[in-house]
């Protein structure tokens, strides 16, 4: 019953921003962790982030610590990934994807995907 649509991608230029959503529906988000998979053309797909049902803990791969961050609008029921001095490497489709908790999100294995959006970082 759960759905995810990711939204808020597009073309940005190297240094630039962009806030991806990840809007629920068919059931609330709050009992979901909720991650964020990357996959880029002719690449294996790779965990971005996770946060917590709770907000209480939230992962960061290496190469967007400090430069993206995860929150959840448990009102609007949508989790945001902000993304900031973006480059070239982080060009890939963007997927959110629910799951019991954030333990396992580096595996790639969750309950629910959403379609994905595309992100493109390009001069």
């Known amino acids: 019953q759960l759905r995810l649509v990711e939204s808020g991608g597009g073309l940005v230029q190297p240094g630039g921003s962009l806030r991806l959503s990840c809007a629920g529906s068919g059931r609330t988000l709050e009992y979901y962790a909720i991650a964020w998979v990357r996959q880029a053309p002719g690449k294996e797909r790779e965990a971005v982030s996770c946060?917590?049902?709770?907000?209480?803990?939230?992962y960061y791969r290496d190469s967007v610590k400090g430069r993206f961050t995860v929150s959840r609008d448990y009102a609007q029921n949508t989790v945001y990934l902000q993304m900031n001095s973006l480059t070239p490497e982080d060009t890939a489709v963007y997927y959110c994807a629910a799951d019991l908790g954030c333990k396992g999100y580096e595996r790639g294995s969750f309950l629910t995907w959403g379609q994905g959006t595309q992100v493109t970082v390009s001069s």
């Open positions: 946060v917590t049902h709770n907000a209480q803990d939230t």
